[in-house]
């Protein structure tokens, strides 16, 4: 099938990017160099893989499941040697190697796609990318950006500024694509950390733990989701040396105090209680 008899499909959250300005926008924000290897998520019918390859990157790695639109992409770049098309699911293939990633992703599978490209806290990538440029439903772009104090401050907003630096590039008006979506959206910059950066097993466990309970209830103050860890004083001074008061609700809580406060709960679990002393 030809691109032109091809009817964008919703099931796979197809909407073409058109917007050249926004096309600039998202190559200039990876910032490619000749050693780099792309990977691009759902290349569609390769706007922005044209960009891509007009680079000076040493690959484009692309991942698709539309089988129609892998035929049409192989028309189109079959006779470009730095162009490897992987026909499937980005969220079960076997991914193929590149150090950055660049994509106007398919919203429905945001989630579980920022898990396998990101990681989570308790189990990062093993190698991380250097930066990944994606193309995000607006909500999810903010959320993921947004500072302690802010409405859209969430629990993901503490695991993604855990595990990379976030920022956003432009927003992108249901203009920019064809047909256009129902939502705004927003091409959001990560750099994830080095691995040496990320956080250590058992901490991540816990920081895990800690925005599971406060999360749930984002209203309540964390005296109140968090009373059964610890006697109130006990957890209130270690609330206090992490910089948390608990009359705070989890979404002004920053993203290091988080940290803090589960390093100094793991020591607190962890120490033996002390011997009695007999006289
Ligand atoms: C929003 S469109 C973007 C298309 C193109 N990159 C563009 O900017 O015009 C999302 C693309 O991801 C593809 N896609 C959807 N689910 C996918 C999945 N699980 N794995 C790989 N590609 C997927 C769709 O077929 C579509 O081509």
Redesign the pocket.
Same mark, same amino acid.
């Given at each position: 099938m030809t691109f032109t008899a091809h009817r964008a &499909?919703k099931r796979? *959250?197809?909407?073409? !990017?058109i917007d050249q300005g926004v096309l600039s926008r998202i190559v200039a924000a990876a910032e490619l160099e000749a050693s780099d290897r792309v990977l691009e998520? *759902? #290349? *569609? &019918?390769g $706007?922005?893989s044209e960009r891509l390859l007009a680079t000076s990157a040493a690959a484009v790695a692309a /991942?698709? !499941?539309?089988r129609d !639109?892998v035929l049409g992409l192989q028309e189109r770049f079959g006779d470009q040697p730095r162009f490897q098309l992987t026909s499937g699911? /980005? !969220?079960t293939v076997e991914l193929p190697a590149a150090n950055k990633v660049v $994509?106007?992703? #398919?919203y429905n599978?945001t989630g579980p796609l920022l898990e396998r490209l990101v990681g989570r806290l308790d189990r990062p990538v093993a190698h991380p990318y250097d930066r990944l440029v994606l193309l995000v439903q607006r909500e999810v772009g903010e959320r993921i950006r947004s500072e302690p104090g802010a409405s859209a401050f969430s629990a993901l907003s503490v695991r993604m500024q855990l595990l990379a630096s976030c920022r956003s590039v432009c927003a992108v008006p249901p203009r920019c694509f064809q047909p256009p979506p129902q939502v705004h959206s927003e091409v959001i910059l990560l750099e994830p950390l080095p691995v040496e950066q990320q956080l250590a097993p058992q901490l991540a466990r816990t920081v895990e733990m800690l925005l599971k309970r406060c999360f749930a209830a984002r209203r309540k103050m964390v005296r109140n989701t968090l009373s059964g860890l610890l006697p109130e004083a006990e957890l209130a001074g270690l609330a206090e040396a992490a910089g948390i008061g608990l009359q705070q609700r989890p979404q002004e809580i920053a993203p290091a105090a988080w940290v803090a406060l589960a390093g100094s709960l793991n020591q607190v679990i962890a120490a033996p209680a002390a011997a009695p002393t007999h006289g």
């Open positions: &499909r796979f *959250g197809q909407h073409w !990017l998520v *759902g #290349p *569609g &019918r $706007a922005l /991942v698709e !499941l539309d !639109l699911d /980005v !969220l $994509a106007n992703i #398919p599978i």
